[in-house]
């Protein structure tokens, strides 16, 4: 199930479950989204991004959707490991300011045996 | 992909002191970024580090508190300046390679402690 945290919202999934994160992006000019998994002590690392004109796109055991009626992008992992438990962020561009990141503000998920 | 790395990896400092903190990329690089995360938070982007020219700061961070510098394409340095307890934070930067356009990879970042 889903819990609010002190800081962080939190997802706990039974290992081999599939785990879905959901975010809620700002600015309806932005036109590309980035997902990033962070560990503990560690940089956020990319794990898949998605343009504006597409509404899905799959890597390996992670799918990204976009569906910006309501600025709403999701992560989902298939058969959740106990290596996916980390804090995800998704982060969003335009093209104005290209480069510039802003992140939403990140799930803890927490994967037990 | 891109090795970036970080020094130091962590500090403690006193209040009113300033602490350099330095980012050196092993790839090409088209731009570099510096991001401060705050204890259990996301991260925000302090500003762009311009090759060779000021650095261009977003809303709430000014130079006179973050000096940056960037002189050659790979390296970068933020500059914590009169440090409060307040900014007791995590610095990351982060790097756009040329390779690779769009893909944004990030340092591990430095763990700041003010006292």
């Known amino acids: 199930g889903e819990s609010v945290g002190l800081h962080l919202p939190t997802l706990s999934v039974q290992e081999g479950d599939n785990s879905i994160i959901n975010c809620a992006y700002s600015n309806s000019a932005s036109d590309y989204f980035i997902w990033y998994k962070q560990e503990s002590g560690k940089g956020p690392q990319f794990i898949i991004d998605i343009r504006s004109n597409m509404d899905k796109r799959q890597g390996q055991r992670v799918t990204v959707l976009l569906n910006k009626t309501v600025k709403h992008l999701s992560l989902q992992i298939a058969a959740t490991q106990p290596g996916d438990s980390a804090v995800y962020f998704c982060?969003?561009?335009?093209?104005?300011?290209?480069?510039?990141?802003?992140f939403g503000a990140g799930t803890q998920v927490v994967v037990t045996p | 992909s891109a090795v970036i790395s970080q020094k130091p990896s962590r500090d403690i400092c006193q209040r009113g002191t300033s602490l350099t903190i330095q980012c050196q990329v092993d790839s090409q690089v088209t731009m570099m970024f510096w991001y401060r995360q705050q204890p259990g938070q996301s991260l925000t982007l302090i500003a762009t580090a311009n090759q060779g020219s000021e650095a261009t700061y977003e809303s709430g961070f000014v130079i006179d508190k973050f000096p940056i510098s960037r002189p050659n394409l790979t390296f970068s340095t933020l500059t914590v300046s009169n440090m409060s307890p307040e900014d007791s934070s995590i610095y990351l930067c982060?790097?756009?390679?040329?390779?690779?356009?769009?893909?944004?990879?990030f340092g591990p970042g430095t763990r700041l402690t003010v006292l």
């Open positions: 982060a969003e561009n335009w093209d104005d300011s290209w480069g510039k990141l802003q």
């Open positions: 982060s790097a756009l390679l040329a390779i690779s356009y769009n893909e944004q990879f």
